[in-house]
């Protein structure tokens, strides 16, 4: 609580204690959501910024880190809707296989535990961000298609429809590693 | 949550960054005044200051137009009830013009230049107790009313080649900075006094001054059993007082407006922001679009003191850009051809229009040129209620480039 007192003071030496302590999980959170690493620093810039001017808004309900993790979070979907890029035509086919998968399909999954997480974060910055922040916001962040439908503003069939394209997409762009690492 | 999506999100929270201690500067330099009096505002602004000048603004690439009417590339659609047809702009390769006329200001371990009011003087009376400061502030007193002081040269005839005693002084002449006093000498048990009130002990001593002017401060030693004295000044300075003024020079023929930022006086090195553009110097110029906005500006003073200041400024007019969202090529003479209003004004543009289904390039141009509905490289031409995707890049007749997709449906 010293921490968020100091910050509520302004104080440089609480809030760089934060900015540190703080940083490499919230830059994660933004290498999930961005392009590039770059694209990731402003977003997680603005971020910081947001969570220091707006501390009087934080009343104490629910954990400090999890409260500045939200504001990141909603900075990175601030910049996705900024961009203006929407989702792709919802492919009804694809959305029908949402959640659908086979015991093989299952078993072979745990070849992915050997891909190094370099090449996981770059492939999930290689998805369109439509589908990545579908994807963050379902996978990691653990929000229903409603409630995602709501915060990005599409229709929850969209948000189902995204969500699969961007596992088929990763699969995709894992395929080539997966294939190489399934012959050793 | 399926086992694929459980792998790749241990994956991604698994994943460890080193912190940027640059978007720590960054970031520090956005955010208001510490509230504690007396509190120093980190030396790191001159670095912040410094890191904006480095300042360079940018988005992705678009793809390129020159691929033939075979290209796909992944398209984004907009729902067109909620198309906003002037997108908020995205900045490229926008660089800002710093002045880089911080680098002289002084910086935490600068040395001060201290007066030295009274050189070596040793004290008739031992100093038992500095604690008890008003003591010594009358024995101060008595030595500079030269009272309780011994013959200066006739009690150093002897000793004055063997002391050496002398302090200097670190850090920025300003209220609420904080000044390192560090003794020349670390072989002596050393007390100071400032102002001839605060009483410290050790071989150095750190304090912030409250109030501007001249200060005091005496640096006490215990050789021998015999007590010496340094007394110099140390001048503290204010903080700037600038005063802003501004003024927007409008263009319809630029995307965004430019803000020219004045500061008074000259002297000062001042640093401003709007939103995410920065630039330094005493004669600025900020570009932003239409609206209300908070320019923030720093302004150091040559002796290294800030204040920061908010100014608003109010932007309006600027290049439009109306697209429509529809269009009937069926050569009735009505809405036969769809094109962007506006783009004519810009130094130059790109469209492309794919096809929603199966995301082919059915129409490009770098010119005024509406498309009629022709799909490109075929003898077709759009049909009733076909959706089709458009990309258009624009540069406007400042540099400055923006980015718009959306879709356009035929009727």
């Not at chain 1, 890029?85 to 093989?104: F, H, N, Q, Y």
């Not at chain 2, 002017?213 to 600038?242: C, Q, W």
């Amino acid at each position: 609580m010293q921490l968020v007192e100091g910050c509520i003071k302004q104080s440089r030496k609480a809030q760089k204690e934060v900015f540190s302590k703080l940083y490499g999980r919230l830059f994660s959170i933004c290498m999930r959501y961005a392009d590039d690493p770059d694209e990731a620093k402003d977003i997680l810039q603005n971020g910081f910024i947001k969570v220091f001017k707006g501390i009087g808004n934080y009343k104490g309900d629910g954990s400090f880190e999890g409260w500045i993790k939200r504001i990141v979070v909603n900075t990175a979907i601030d910049n996705y809707r900024r961009k203006k890029v929407k989702p792709v035509i919802t492919d009804s086919e694809l959305t029908d296989r949402v959640g659908g998968m086979t015991a093989e399909e299952e078993v072979s999954e745990s070849i992915y535990n050997q891909v190094p997480i370099n090449v996981v974060t770059d492939a999930v910055q290689q998805l369109s961000p439509a589908y990545r922040t579908v994807f963050n916001l379902y996978v990691m962040e653990g929000h229903n298609h409603n409630e995602i439908a709501e915060m990005l503003d599409i229709s929850v069939g969209t948000s189902k429809s995204n969500l699969s394209k961007a596992r088929l997409n990763l699969r995709k762009i894992l395929q080539p590693l997966v294939d190489r690492l399934s012959q050793h | 949550m399926n086992k694929f999506d459980q792998i790749i999100a241990a994956k991604l929270n698994s994943a460890e960054y080193t912190a940027d201690e640059g978007m720590w500067t960054t970031v520090e330099h956005q955010l208001p005044l510490e509230q504690a009096s007396g509190s120093s505002i980190n030396a790191s602004l001159y670095g912040g200051i410094a890191a904006a000048a480095l300042l360079l603004l940018g988005f992705s690439s678009l793809p390129t137009l020159n691929n033939g009417a075979q290209e796909k590339v992944e398209i984004s659609t907009i729902d067109e009830e909620k198309t906003n047809l002037d997108t908020e702009p995205n900045f490229e390769m926008n660089t800002i013009e710093i002045a880089a006329d911080n680098e002289h200001l002084p910086q935490e371990n600068h040395e001060i230049e201290l007066v030295s009011l009274e050189a070596i003087s040793k004290l008739k009376t031992p100093i038992s107790n500095t604690s008890n400061s008003k003591k010594i502030e009358e024995k101060e007193q008595n030595i500079n009313e030269g009272k309780d002081k011994k013959n200066i040269s006739e009690s150093f005839s002897g000793e004055a080649d063997a002391i050496m005693l002398d302090f200097k002084a670190t850090g920025i002449q300003c209220i609420a900075k904080t000044v390192h006093f560090e003794s020349t000498e670390l072989s002596y048990s050393l007390k100071w006094i400032i102002d001839g009130v605060h009483v410290f002990e050790g071989n150095s001593c750190d304090f912030s001054f409250n109030e501007p002017g001249e200060h005091e401060v005496v640096m006490l030693a215990d050789i021998n059993n015999e007590n010496y004295s340094v007394k110099k000044s140390i001048e503290i300075f204010e903080r700037p007082t600038p005063v802003i003024s501004y003024s927007v020079a409008s263009s319809e023929t630029c995307f965004e407006q430019s803000i020219e930022l004045s500061s008074q006086p000259g002297t000062n090195a001042y640093s401003w922001s709007l939103e995410s553009e920065k630039a330094n110097g005493s004669n600025v110029s900020i570009r932003a679009t239409e609206g209300r906005h908070q320019v923030y500006l720093t302004a150091v003073s040559p002796e290294g003191c800030v204040t920061e200041l908010v100014q608003e400024v109010f932007v309006e007019g600027g290049l439009k850009i109306f697209i429509p969202n529809s269009f009937t090529p069926d050569n009735d003479g009505q809405n036969d051809s769809w094109f962007a209003n506006g783009l004519e004004k810009c130094a130059s543009f790109s469209v492309q229009v794919y096809r929603a289904s199966d995301q082919s390039l059915v129409y490009e141009t770098n010119n005024f040129a509406p498309w009629n509905g022709n799909i490109k490289g075929t003898s077709e031409k759009a049909v009733r209620g076909e959706k089709f995707l458009y990309r258009i890049a624009s540069t406007d007749n400042c540099g400055f480039k923006k980015k718009i997709s959306g879709t356009i449906t035929s009727l």
